[in-house]
């Protein structure tokens, strides 16, 4: 009940508007400098090659709530353009995620593809791979049907799949052969289209990796769940998955000495970097998800 309260509580300030362009005056702030890596496309390039030095590779997201208008989708994805050249000429290992609202999908389809064509085309030219993120349910089939077109051109592209949608495992069969990230999913979505419970959304996580590493497609395993990385593990022994067919994948500041053991286990471990200084709403989802993560607010908060 409490939890509940709490993940509505918090999913309500990330929707929120008026707070998230408040937000980005304050600077990073209460604690969320711990998970998000600067406002900066330097202090984003010196956490990756940080962790690069660990042995760990990286995905970099410029965070970005709210695009409504042209100029926005347009600053947008000249950022990601930017971002792109700074990572090729830095040398470090990274990707590179986007989100299809922040790229103007909502304001003009057309308009948006032609965004994401450009970012695709710097990226191949620098031999970078580009995600595109899975955003909430209104967005679902266009994310899956704008990254089916982009394979057909793009060897460098691929999306995700939340565990806690109904369709999924459905949209994995549809998917094979292009790389995919599993979650379990971010968002408020209804009973209608969601699993509420964990188990059925842990159940389901499982279902969908073993399809996708089955049907012999790149799989990336993002969670923070040890309960699930060992179940994934175990069935990547006992059928054989060569190491270079999946990775494991978490978020910047999360559960540290998990990324690192994996690494010293010989697993590929990438790491999910967001940066910018619309941090607001990305930093309210990840409050909703894990009250436990809500010391980390407090302990900010009252540090300052
Ligand atoms: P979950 O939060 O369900 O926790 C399960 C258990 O793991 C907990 O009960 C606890 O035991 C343990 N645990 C979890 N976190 C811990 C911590 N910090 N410390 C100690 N123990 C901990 N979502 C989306 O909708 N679209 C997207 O594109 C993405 N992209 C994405 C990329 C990457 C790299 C990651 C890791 C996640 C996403 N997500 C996402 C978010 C995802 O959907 C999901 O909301 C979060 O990862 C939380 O779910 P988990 O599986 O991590 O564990």
């Not at 620098?126 to 982009?150: A, N, P, Y």
């Not at 549809?174 to 990230?181: A, D, F, N, T, V």
């Not at 999910?272 to 407090?298: C, T």
Request: aromatic content about 12%; overall charge positive; charged content about 25%.
């Amino acid at each position: 009940m409490i939890e509940t309260m709490s993940k509505n509580f918090f999913m309500s300030l990330a929707n929120n508007k008026s707070l998230n362009k408040a937000a980005q005056k304050w600077g990073l702030n209460f604690g969320a400098a711990k998970v998000v890596a600067g406002s900066t496309i330097d202090s984003a390039i010196k956490a990756v090659r940080d962790l690069n030095n660990k042995g760990i590779v990286a995905t970099l997201d410029h965070l970005g709530e709210f695009v409504y208008t042209k100029e926005e989708a347009l600053e947008a994805t000249d950022y990601c353009i930017k971002t792109l050249e700074a990572i090729a000429e830095a040398g470090v290992k990274t990707g590179l995620s986007i989100k299809i609202t922040q790229l103007g999908l909502d304001i003009d389809r057309e308009f948006c593809i032609n965004n994401i064509k450009n970012i695709l085309d710097t990226a191949k030219q620098h031999g970078l791979f580009v995600r595109i993120d899975m955003e909430d349910f209104s967005h679902c089939q266009d994310t899956i049907d704008l990254t089916k077109m982009f394979h057909e051109t793009y060897d460098n592209v691929g999306t995700v799949i939340q565990s806690y949608l109904h369709r999924s495992l459905q949209d994995v069969q549809g998917l094979k052969g292009i790389p995919l990230r599993i979650v379990k999913g971010a968002y408020k979505e209804s009973p209608q289209v969601a699993y509420q419970e964990k188990k059925d959304i842990d159940d389901n996580y499982l279902k969908l990796v073993k399809k996708h590493l089955l049907n012999g497609s790149y799989t990336a395993i993002a969670s923070h769940d040890h309960v699930l990385i060992e179940k994934v593990k175990q069935f990547i022994k006992e059928n054989n998955i060569p190491k270079d067919r999946f990775e494991f994948q978490m978020l910047y500041g999360f559960r540290k000495p998990m990324w690192e053991s994996l690494v010293n286990e010989g697993y590929k471990m990438r790491i999910y970097i967001p940066f910018g200084n619309d941090w607001f709403g990305y930093y309210m989802r990840r409050l909703a998800e894990r009250p436990q993560n809500v010391s980390f607010a407090f302990k900010g908060f009252f540090s300052k």
